[in-house]
């Protein structure tokens, strides 16, 4: 009885203990909770607000744009929490002094910055990365791009975009990892890990943002900013999943959208904000609009005034404002109205500060601006390899008749045409940050460094490219008339044993707002491949895109294609790695490519409809193009090597699982080559009857693998109600016993199959 007696205590006192410590604040909540108690409404009102520098904009002026002294008095006032597109470790010194020195609580800035692929060493396009299906090139991709900007005073970036986009004609598919939330969320969390390192607190790691939340490549008829109407089936199985997995990887930061999702602006919504990301996800950074997104509630008709998008923003869980200056101009005002609960305020303050402690702000305010770091830690040597080394595993062989590549070193003429063949400012793609225009390796400049003495390069530039808008007011220039450069063209052609011919897209011409309703090759690139065609037909094209793009005649014509994207700094010299065979060409689409714009939104893991074509010989009253076939040029997951990777059957450990189980799926792949490369082995699923009919085909597993010449790997992959399951409309995720299709291959269309049962 008295051992009970004591054993009782010592519950008891344990007990009181674990809630004591329950209750206690860790340092962080402590420090935030402590400096919160000292704040006045105004002053939270102030880390809520985020402004531009003035000498680089990257949104439309805003109607009430401050003055340069008005800004400076508004930093004094402790009125800015936070500002973007200010850059240099001594620029962002500059500003945090104004505020650290002159605010009452010398709450440090935080330095947003558009760092998307690369600071000033450029990487390729993040859509291009993703054609590597290898998310470690992203993570080191974002790790130099972190390191480049924190050293100049940056400390956040808007980056990673995980929209997962499915339209050629929306021009920001070039800024996501494609059309797949499988792999998207793959490369989405590699990035963020990639910029954030383990420790935000750490001086070359910076906070990352994920953005746009959520919906917003889905813009109707591919038209940027505009409006989109989705399922919610949809969005909880396609758009939703890569911003989970960032929540997974531990995310900083969220911004929101410029779309509305069937009629609600996501700006607004709680449930997106406030329910699913803070609540359901736990969520603990904070969501930063996107440029005036809240004064555009309005726009949208969906508030009165911008008061009133003031409101409906910070209900629906928007922490700090880009540049609408509605927070600033009437989140007090509706507090002192009772419209706002100024708990909501003190709730948005409390998510910003904890980043602004994470990041070391509070510690150290400058730690972010180093002018030596700035000087010997930006475009060395080591990042500009690092920036070739993503860029050649990015590439993506679409075709390559007659094994025309890789081209042996000695070949003794070769002519390097096209109007992107010597440009040097095009690779850098258009979120180029701080990169130094033209400072790319072009491709004649790479070729020409692969090349022996004993090669002759003929260069012409044939035509010149339409140019994209560089600014907001300017139009596209169309260049559909000078044909002044054919000739010489024709005739370096005429006397060269192989044509490189460097085509594609100017670097504006894809991007944010540069949309096209037409994805053709444009102005006179195709017929200058015409005419080369008559002379040479040992074409090369290097195909170099922000976009898949329609070229349904160049892919039957020329003898090689290969999409090298918006390849970045190094980008010259990596191509002639891929073209010269130094590097076995690994990539993969990431989206899948068009034969005509109106196939548009193609991908390739569209539901089987109730009338799908191919099963019967009837044609007419099935779900058809009556001029084009449904198959796309090249689907998803499509790329060649420059050997043979040949597929056994699948083997299965089981046929039968239950839900709680597991099935191992397993093919061995030969490369029956001659020379080593590799492979990226992808498996899909179907779930053949749900309660919402699913996909015809789901990916949810890849491998990368080097496999030698002449060697067989057996590739496994594991699937458990976490690949098997899918979300119900209502955000629920169910698992539904039935049958299920299994496929193993290199592409989305040639695979093994397989079936099992779950039970
Ligand atoms: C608008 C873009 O949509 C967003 O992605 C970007 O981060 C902001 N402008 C800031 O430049």
Redesign the pocket.
């Known amino acids: 009885m008295r051992n009970l007696n004591w054993l009782m205590l010592l519950l008891a006192l344990l007990l009181v203990s674990c809630s004591q410590k329950q209750q206690q604040l860790s340092e962080e909540d402590q420090f935030v909770e402590d400096l919160l108690a000292k704040m006045t409404l105004a002053e939270k009102v102030g880390q809520l607000n985020q402004y531009?520098s003035r000498w680089e904009m990257?949104?439309p002026a805003p109607k009430d744009n401050a003055g340069a002294q008005d800004l400076l008095e508004q930093l004094k006032a402790g009125s800015v929490g936070s500002m973007?597109?200010v850059n240099g470790a001594e620029a962002t010194r500059k500003a945090q002094q104004t505020v650290v020195e002159n605010s009452r609580l010398g709450i440090p800035l935080i330095f947003?910055y558009?760092v998307i692929h690369g600071y000033k060493t450029m990487f390729p396009i993040p859509l291009a990365e993703a054609a590597s299906w290898n998310p470690e090139l992203a993570r080191l991709s974002s790790e130099v791009a972190a390191k480049e900007a924190a050293v100049s005073g940056i400390n956040w970036t808007?980056?990673p975009?995980v929209d997962v986009g499915r339209d050629a004609r929306w021009g920001?598919v070039m800024?996501g990892a494609g059309e797949d939330p499988y792999l998207g969320s793959a490369f989405a969390k590699a990035r963020v890990e990639g910029f954030q390192g383990d420790d935000l607190g750490n001086e070359f790691t910076i906070a990352a943002?994920a953005?746009?939340f959520a919906g917003?490549a889905f813009s109707e008829s591919g038209r940027d900013y505009n409006s989109v109407e989705i399922g919610n089936e949809t969005l909880h199985n396609i758009v939703l999943p890569p911003f989970k997995a960032t929540v997974e990887g531990n995310v900083a930061t969220f911004?929101n959208?410029?779309n509305t999702i069937n009629g609600l602006p996501v700006t607004a919504s709680g449930y997106l904000q406030r329910d699913l990301l803070k609540g359901e996800w736990n969520f603990d950074g904070f969501v930063v609009s996107?440029?005036n997104s809240i004064g555009e509630i309005e726009t949208h008709g969906a508030a009165a005034d911008l008061k009133e998008s003031a409101e409906r923003a910070i209900k629906g869980g928007s922490d700090m404002d880009?540049e609408a200056r509605a927070y600033i101009n009437h989140l007090e005002e509706l507090v002192i109205e009772g419209k706002v609960d100024e708990e909501l305020i003190t709730e948005a303050a409390r998510r910003i500060l904890r980043i602004k402690y994470r990041l070391g702000l509070f510690e150290d305010p400058y730690r972010y601006c180093n002018v030596e770091n700035e000087k010997s830690m930006m475009y060395t040597d080591e990042h500009k390899a690092a920036a070739r080394k993503v860029a050649r595993e990015s590439m993506v062989l679409l075709k390559n008749d007659n094994q025309i590549l890789p081209l042996s070193s000695e070949t003794k003429r070769i002519a390097v045409v096209g109007p992107l063949a010597n440009d040097k400012d095009s690779p850098l793609g258009n979120w180029r940050a701080k990169a130094v225009s033209h400072s790319a390796v072009s491709l004649l400049e790479g070729v020409k460094a692969a090349v022996g003495s004993s090669t002759k390069i003929k260069y012409a530039e044939g035509c010149q490219l339409s140019i994209g808008p560089r600014n907001f007011t300017d139009r596209m220039i169309f260049n559909e008339s000078d044909r002044s450069g054919f000739r010489a063209a024709v005739k370096a052609a005429r006397q060269s044993d192989v044509v490189l011919l460097a085509i594609g897209e100017d670097c504006y011409q894809s991007g944010?707002g540069r949309s096209m309703t037409d994805i053709t090759l444009k102005g006179l690139q195709q017929e200058l491949f015409d005419e080369i065609y008559k002379v040479n037909k040992n074409i090369v094209v290097v195909l170099m895109t922000g976009r898949p793009v329609a070229i349904p005649e160049i892919a039957e014509k020329a003898t090689a294609i290969l999409e090298t994207w918006h390849s970045g700094t190094e980008g010259g010299h990596a191509i002639a790695d891929v073209l010269f065979g130094k590097y076995n060409p690994s990539g993969k689409l990431p989206v899948t490519f068009p034969r005509n714009v109106g196939q548009c939104p193609i991908f390739y893991n569209y539901k089987n409809t109730g009338r799908p074509t191919g099963q019967t010989d009837a044609w007419v009253l099935y779900s058809c193009y009556n001029d084009a076939p449904n198959s796309p040029q090249y689907p998803f997951g499509y790329g060649l090597s420059y050997t043979q990777f040949d597929y056994s059957d699948i083997t299965l450990d089981k046929n039968t699982i239950t839900k709680d189980g597991k099935i191992n799926v397993s093919v061995s792949v030969s490369n029956s080559g001659s020379v080593d490369g590799e492979e990226v082995v992808q498996l899909y699923i179907q779930d053949i009857a749900a309660t919402y009919a699913r996909p015809v085909k789901e990916l949810k597993g890849f491998e990368k693998v080097m496999i030698k010449a002449g060697e067989t790997k057996t590739i496994s992959f594991e699937l458990t109600e976490k690949e098997l399951g899918y979300y119900f409309p209502c955000g629920k995720y169910v698992v539904e016993p039935g049958q299920f299709k299994v496929f193993v291959g290199g592409n989305s269309v040639d695979v093994k199959q397989a079936q099992f049962v779950m039970q």
């Open positions: 531009t990257t949104g973007l597109n947003g558009d808007f980056a975009m920001r800024e943002c953005k746009h917003y911004m959208g410029f996107d440029w880009m944010e």
